[in-house]
């Protein structure tokens, strides 16, 4: 082997600095951009905040009354607001809300609109039944419980976050 096959000529050594010098720059000045186009994406969603709705205290009863409000919703670059329900209702000192969205297929369920069914939360899409904590009658479509909205009430104002499932019946 010859050691003139393994020498680099001056063109070839210009070139090749050259062309590593530039590669290093060019990354150096597009990483912050793709960075910052990509960061929505790349960031873990946040936890939805507690919400207050619209719902006088003193006039919770135990019969379960339907609150409607609004979420604000992030997704990457879109920013949007939700509707989204939940029947409210006192126990004893407590207040408890269910999210109205049927486990079996997630329809929503209407409080008392089964007149064969007295006070049992309805699903009319294929005859869901849960009692009035949520708890999906047995022999009915659905297999689990209504969710449950974390809550928490601060100077006499009702927040609900997240609604979280529960365990089945
Ligand atoms: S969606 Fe509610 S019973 Fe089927």
Partial sequence: MSEKKHRVSRRQFL???????????AAGML?????????????????????????????????????????????AWYESEESRSAWVYKEGDNIVALSPICKHLGCTVNWNSDKSNPNKFFCPCHYGLYDKDGTNVPGTPPLAPLDRYEHSVKDGTLYLGQAKPREGA
């Fill in 15 to 25: 070139n090749y600095t050259l062309t590593g010098v530039g590669g290093f720059m």
């Fill in 31 to 75: 990483m912050p951009m793709v960075r910052f186009a990509l960061d929505p994406v790349l960031r873990p969603a946040a936890a939805q905040d507690m919400v207050p709705v619209d719902v006088k205290l003193d006039e919770l009863t135990e019969e379960p009354t339907r609150v409607d409000f609004t979420i604000k919703q992030v997704d």
